[in-house]
Each structure stands twice: as structure tokens, then as C-alpha cells.
């Protein structure tokens, strides 16, 4: 019976150390190896996207203030058929974005922006009254933001060049975009949320003109840089005696003066990149 006993307690010895000898040789488990992150390198159909995108934002600020002016002056019929070809240009910008991007956001954005187009153009079909003009507002600012976010779904590294030529796109859009507040304030919309952005463009605006003015340009480009700078100061001047002065006829043509001036500064860009 001892003899048994003692056996097994020999035997469970030996399998206690069997044990930890395995333990002590477990081989080491292999180390996660994290993905490489992608590199995101954009295409012809980003770049499309985002010109596309800088389109909408033009187009949503200029609708907005053509409508006022003719909620204003219903009398304009020419007005009313330039409304129409902006929202032509809007639908058409819309299906380049449609038919080019494969980003899932994006096509959701786009969706949602549809429905704000279409309330565009149904609104543009009635008389104006005020509840439509301050509907338009709204649609404007929603057309904005999800352009910004369609562009920022699409980074794109501008060369020198293209960053200068995406500047002047930019200023068309702000051109617009403080027009649009000059018309709100004064054909019944002086709230101080849009006297603000009306404020905040200027201010944005006055930086880009800066940068305008720093760049090298040669001697051909010179009287057209000086055109628009001048042209420029002359407008701000009205823009901020917007309290004293409201002369929309006279602002429409100067604003449309200042973008003849910066499409042939952006035509310079374009041939250069």
C-alpha cells in the first residue's frame, strides 16, 4: 500500500514539472502588425468634384441675391430668366458631382442638397413674397455647407498655381456672398446675424485681396491687379456705408465690374499651372 501511495505522488511530481517545462518553453506569440495607413492621392475625378463644388458655392450666394433684388423689382423680367440659367448651371454642377464620386458621404450630402435645389426651383416658379425671401436665404447657406463638406470629402494639394487660382475662385464666391447680405438688410432681413456675416466676408474678403496684391505678377498683369484692388476699395466704401447708402442697381453692376476683373486674374492662373 506505501509503495502505491508513494508512486503516485512520484508520478504527479513528474507531471508538475512536465507542465512547467512547457510553460517555460511556450514559444512567444507573434506581435500584431497595425495596417499600413493609405495613402489618399487624389484623382481627375477629385479635382473635378471640388471645381464643382466651388461652383455650388458661387452659385448658392449669387441665386440668393438676384432673387432679392428682384423680390424687389419684380418689374426685372431679364432678372427672372437669369435666375432660371443659374439654377441650370446649379442642376448641371449637381450631376458631375453625381455621376463622378464613389464616396458613399458624399452621394448622402448630395441627396440631401437635392432637396433644397428643388425647393429653389419651386420657389422661383411663385411670386416672391418675404417668407419666400427669407426662405431662400436658408436654402443658400445649405447649399454652402454641403458644398464645403463635398470639398473637404475630396483634399486635393494645390500646386502654387492652382492655390492662386482657387483664391480667385474664392473671392468671386465672397463677392456674392456680401452682396447677397446688402440686399438682405436692406429689403427687410436687418438682423444682426446677417449684418455679422455680411462683415465677416468683407473681412475674408480684404485678406484674399492681400493676397492679390503680394504676388509677383509681371508687368502685363499689372494694371489689371491695380484694376481690381481699386475697384475693390471702391466697392468696401459702399458695402460699409451700408447703414446711409442703398443703391442695389449701381452695386450689381460695380460687384459684376469687380468679377470681369478677377476672371481675367483667374484666367492668368489657369494657364499657368
Known sequence: MK???YLFFLLYSVVLLAEGDVEK?????????LPEKK???????DVKIIEASENIRYL???IVKDYL??????????????????????NSDFRVIATTTKDSDTKDILEFLAYSKDQIEETLKETPDEEKAALMLDYSEILLEGADSIAAAHKYDFSKEEKMFMLTKKIEYLLQ???KYYMAIHVGF??????????ESIAMLEEDVKQINAYPYPSSMQETRAAFDTSWKFNKSYFKSTKELFIPKLMMLSVADVEDIVAHIALYHSKNQ
Request: charged share 30%; no cysteine; proline share 4%.
Open 3 to 5: 509503495k502505491v501511495i
Open 25 to 33: 518553453t511556450e514559444e512567444p506569440q507573434p506581435q500584431k502588425v
Open 39 to 45: 495613402v489618399v492621392v487624389a484623382t481627375r475625378g
Open 60 to 62: 448658392s450666394q449669387k
Open 69 to 90: 433684388f428682384f423680390y424687389k423689382h419684380r418689374e426685372k423680367v431679364a432678372l427672372k430668366q437669369e435666375l432660371a440659367e443659374t439654377l441650370r448651371y446649379l
Open 177 to 179: 456672398r456680401v452682396t
Open 190 to 199: 436687418d438682423t444682426f446675424s446677417n449684418n455679422e456675416q455680411m462683415n
